[in-house]
């Protein structure tokens, strides 16, 4: 990853030049953590707008029936003893990765609330909608030296829609996936189904089948610095239990990783993974990941709950750490990035945003497939009038 450094020097940054009556936007946005390291920016408390549920058919459902609740084993018992390999690959039915459904689910959420969004009318016409997922890929990209990715976005209405595109090397990656790293990623969903109960108070059921196609999202509204967000992601659980029964403050994040014996692997795991999970859950306010430590053979046997708030702390004295401010500067200036450099309103047109580690992010125009991802079916639905336009006055952020 030596590249980094050297490639930098190389990379010709194109920014607006003030002297110039029309500014062209940037042709290109760098990603270098000492270029964002400012006061952390503005960013709106999250609040939830709405939820919705994928089916273990993947089917969608405007209500709450897929979400979980908090059940952790009780703290006075003999402590976790979880196999997370049992019922692989039997009782696993994973979704089909071949499907890419883009931002469909939200946009189908998205039309259904429309005519009664708060913020007051038009503020949806200033705002971007994508999934936290990808927001979440754009805070840790300063630290990132493995994996690129491609955002696709098109302007409808007003609106900034991002969508992420698999990247070649990702998708080669997925179809080479090695059997171990298949049975890991049924590992983390086996732990949800040991900590969860499908009743607030109920008991986990781990004799059951672990089906990925089911999901619970919530639908959040935010701000960062002068960008309303709309977002939706995908929630594990929520603690009937917490302080605050609230969304997004009542909700859990689990995690699995494995056990570790020496400071090094803490070190390490404190400067790699607790940024991805800070990233997640701080975007959409979820206040607490618990973590599930597996030994070699794949059982659990102690867990750690996170306050995502306190994650800094791990690596706020650490030369080789990440910076929340940093991922969040940089967010804030490739969603300001993106907002000058789509200027065309047209469903139909597509700026896909690209990166690798080493590089800045560039840019491409296309038109139609294979890019384009808003649906006819959403278009047309939206070109409709509104079913009831709000007439009352909403409060200002
Ligand atoms: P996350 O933060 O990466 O887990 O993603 P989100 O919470 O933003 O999830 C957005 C939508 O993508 C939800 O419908 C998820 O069920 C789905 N999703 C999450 N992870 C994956 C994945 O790895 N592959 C695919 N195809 N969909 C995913
Ligand atoms: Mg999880």
């Given at each position: 990853m030596e590249r980094r450094g050297t490639k930098r020097g190389a990379e010709k940054t194109e920014v607006a030049d003030p002297r110039n009556k029309f500014p062209s936007p940037a042709l290109s946005l760098p990603t270098d953590p000492t270029l964002y390291s400012g006061p952390f920016p503005f960013y709106r408390r999250p609040s939830q707008l709405g939820c919705f549920s994928l089916d273990a058919q993947r089917q969608y459902h405007g209500d709450a029936r897929a979400l979980r609740y908090y059940s952790p084993p009780p703290t006075n018992g003999p402590g976790p003893d979880f196999d997370?390999?049992?019922?692989?690959?039997?009782?696993?039915?994973?979704?089909?990765?071949?499907?890419?459904?883009?931002?469909?689910?939200?946009?189908?959420?998205?039309?259904?609330?429309?005519?009664?969004?708060?913020?007051?009318?038009?503020?949806?016409?200033?705002?971007?909608?994508?999934?936290?997922?990808?927001?979440?890929?754009?805070?840790?990209?300063?630290?990132?030296?493995?994996?690129?990715?491609?955002?696709?976005?098109?302007?409808?209405?007003?609106?900034?829609?991002?969508?992420?595109?698999?990247?070649?090397?990702?998708?080669?990656?997925?179809?080479?996936?090695?059997?171990?790293?298949?049975?890991?990623?049924?590992?983390?969903?086996?732990?949800?189904?040991?900590?969860?109960?499908?009743?607030?108070?109920?008991?986990?059921?781990?004799?059951?089948?672990?089906?990925?196609?089911?999901?619970?999202?919530?639908?959040?509204?935010?701000?960062?610095?002068?960008?309303?967000?709309?977002?939706?992601?995908?929630?594990?659980?929520?603690?009937?239990?917490?302080?605050?029964?609230?969304?997004?403050?009542?909700?859990?994040?689990?995690?699995?990783?494995?056990?570790?014996?020496?400071?090094?692997?803490?070190?390490?795991?404190?400067?790699?993974?607790?940024?991805?999970w800070w990233a997640q859950s701080f975007l959409p306010g979820v206040p607490n990941v618990v973590a599930g430590f597996r030994n070699p053979e794949g059982v659990v046997c102690s867990l750690k709950t996170f306050p995502t708030m306190e994650m800094f702390e791990y690596v706020r004295n650490d030369r080789d750490g990440w910076n929340p401010s940093v991922c969040m500067n940089f967010c804030a200036a490739f969603l300001g990035f993106a907002q000058s450099t789509v200027i065309q309103d047209d469903p139909r047109l597509v700026h896909l945003f690209s990166w690798e580690p080493g590089g800045a992010v560039t840019v491409s125009v296309h038109q139609d497939a294979p890019y384009a991802f808003l649906p006819t079916w959403y278009v047309e639905a939206m070109t409709q009038d509104l079913p009831s336009p709000p007439k009352t006055p909403s409060p200002k952020d």
């Open positions: 997370l390999r049992d019922g692989y690959p039997d009782r696993y039915q994973p979704r089909d990765e071949e499907i890419h459904e883009g931002l469909d689910h939200l946009l189908r959420w998205l039309l259904e609330h429309r005519g009664k969004l708060e913020g007051g009318p038009g503020w949806l016409a200033g705002a971007i909608v994508t999934w936290r997922g990808h927001l979440t890929k754009l805070l840790t990209t300063p630290y990132e030296r493995q994996e690129g990715w491609q955002l696709a976005a098109s302007r409808f209405q007003g609106t900034l829609y991002l969508s992420e595109v698999e990247t070649p090397a990702a998708r080669a990656q997925r179809l080479a996936r090695p059997p171990l790293l298949r049975e890991l990623m049924y590992m983390g969903y086996k732990f949800e189904q040991y900590m969860c109960a499908d009743k607030p108070g109920g008991s986990p059921d781990p004799s059951g089948e672990v089906n990925t196609n089911v999901a619970f999202c919530s639908v959040l509204r935010s701000r960062l610095g002068n960008h309303p967000l709309l977002f939706s992601g995908e929630v594990d659980c929520m603690d009937p239990q917490a302080s605050s029964t609230q969304p997004p403050a009542c909700y859990v994040e689990l995690k699995t990783s494995k056990e570790m014996h020496s400071l090094g692997q803490w070190r390490s795991f404190y400067r790699h993974k607790l940024l991805k």
